[in-house]
């Protein structure tokens, strides 16, 4: 199971007493927390509320939802409410609440585990995107719950508690470093590893007695028609030096888009799960190439061979390999600028 620990900070200019009333009413969320889709209480707890089972339904920008139960196990009136969370999502919720001068202090942390297959099935590559989910949603809370009272938010803060040891004072600062992802990076790991995969793909055709030269400018309309239109599916008499560069430069493009991702994660799986999560990438690629694309552009479907999905994985592979090469040589610190 993928586990995730984070941490958001609020400062708001608005009295403590008034703040955790809010927070505390957790059956009105959905009044004003946008994300907070549904709530409902499935048991009673004691008369100081230990006990009680409320039913959480979330979603954020994300195409998916995730719906969890919470057993109510501390609450201490302006100081602190916990609770076990189990569902989509297994582990611990955690308020805390302190003054700072004028200001509202109220820190979030969330240490939980996801139970749902395909979450961890994609972890390796999505695990920032589940991250930076979350602190969208913590964000939109933390303006909401401004709006709502009225008062000036000051500041707020999201942080990914799990990431690799660092000083404290840099550590609050790393979420908003590694929502940062460096062009160059993915630009270089892109293309090289769509070098490899050309080859690979190459060498698979020439090995199987398919026409290499033949197969390569199929390949290369199929890519170039994107732009130019289906009549360059046809083969041209001449050479096609203009459907050439189109192919080329798309698959540039695509080699870069399809980069951003592991560029990010690179340094934060080892070497073997990050082979491991780059064959899977590859091969969910092959999905979006030759299954998705060809609702737009339904000529893709002559090319769906395992010749193709094998140069898929080996692009995924060879990515993840580059990415993290990369991230190894880089000087660039992870944790982020004072």
Known sequence: MAEYHLLTIWRIDAPLETVYAVIENTLRWPDWWPSV???????????????????????????????????????????????TAEGDLDGVGRWKFSRQGKLSVVHYEWHVRSKRWWMNLVAPVARSLFIRNHAQIMEQGGKALARLLK???????????????????????????????????????????????????????????MPVLETLMRD???????????????????????????????HFFLSFAYALIPSHLASRLRTGPALL?????????????????????????????????VAHIVFGVALAAGCRLLARGSKTPTVGTP
């Open 37 to 83: 889709r549904k709530v409902e209480q499935t048991a009673d707890g004691e008369a100081d509320g230990i006990g009680n089972v409320r039913r959480y339904a979330w979603q954020g920008k994300l195409p998916y939802r995730v719906v969890f139960d919470v057993r109510a196990t501390r609450i201490e009136r302006l100081v602190a409410i916990e609770g």
């Open 151 to 209: 008062a000036p938010l000051a500041s707020q803060e999201h942080i990914d508690l799990m990431a690799a040891a660092v000083t404290p004072g840099v550590a609050r600062r790393r979420l908003r470093q590694s929502g940062r992802i460096d062009p160059s990076l993915a630009l270089v790991a892109g293309v090289g590893a769509g070098v490899i995969a050309t080859a690979a793909q190459l060498v698979l055709w020439w090995l199987t007695a």
């Open 220 to 250: 290369a309309r199929l890519t170039a028609a994107m732009v130019l239109g289906s009549s360059v599916l046809s083969p041209p008499s001449t050479a096609p030096w203009d459907i050439l560069l189109v192919a080329t430069l798309i």
């Open 277 to 309: 999560a780059g064959a899977v990438y590859g091969l969910s690629i092959y999905v979006v190439n030759m299954y998705g694309f060809t609702l737009l552009f339904p000529w893709f479907a002559v090319a769906r061979d395992w010749v193709t999905l």
